[in-house]
């Protein structure tokens, strides 16, 4: 079975080759039949020619509708962008005296954005005398990736560039949950097999 090559196709007219081995709009091989013969039977179906293995010797030749064929390959590509989701970075700023109301704040964002698939870059810029208390900084950002480890993995630990020190949080792969086991049956004895009975109680049963 011959599959489309490529979205750039000679068709009808456009095919000059001697010979093409042609192939019905059902998919039923043809044989080996002239260009000019190929393009008379398509066309007295109604249909385009369409060259789909150029590559091959002879070149493979289909009959189509190839406006219908080009339609549903457009449609196809543009889903296919649809589920395509490109993975961002965003950014959360932060500086070594923070609010506690503000980092929960901006501890909220990095948490929708990681729940979201995008990588978060988080980071602390020190001004003046602040670069003498990196410190500071390098505890505020574990705390804040200690806040999100549910959710994400810290890719790349606080480092100081400069005067910003900043980490990668990643978000962690989504597991679909076990499915609940089976609960056991208890065994069941078959009909016609009689249940044990304790030998005293069955003297006591005949003496009766």
């Not at 929708?112 to 990588?119: E, H, T, V, Y």
């Not at 574990?142 to 978000?171: T, V």
């Amino acid at each position: 079975m011959f599959s489309i090559a490529t979205t750039n196709h000679e068709i009808n007219e456009q095919i000059r080759d001697a010979q093409v081995r042609l192939i019905s709009e059902s998919g039923e091989q043809l044989g080996i039949v002239s260009s000019e013969e190929a393009l008379r039977i398509a066309t007295d179906a109604g249909y385009d020619l369409v060259k789909i293995a150029p590559n091959s010797t002879p070149p493979v030749c289909r009959i189509m509708d190839y406006g219908k064929f080009r339609f549903e390959q457009t449609k196809k590509e543009k889903e296919a962008k649809k589920s395509q989701r490109v993975i961002e970075v965003k950014e959360i700023r932060m500086s070594p005296g923070i609010d506690t109301n503000d980092f929960n704040t901006k501890l909220k964002n990095a948490q929708k954005f990681l729940a979201d698939g995008d990588r978060v870059k988080v980071s602390v810029r020190f001004r003046g005398r602040e670069m003498a208390h990196t410190e500071i900084g390098a505890t505020l950002l574990k705390d804040f990736a200690a806040k999100c480890a549910e959710i994400a993995n810290m890719d790349k630990a606080p480092k100081l560039e400069g005067r910003n020190m900043s980490m990668f949080l990643s978000p962690k792969p989504v597991t679909p949950p076990k499915k609940p086991g089976k609960p056991k049956q208890p065994k069941s004895l078959p009909a016609d097999e009689p249940a044990e009975v304790n030998p005293a109680e069955a003297s006591v049963a005949d003496a009766e």
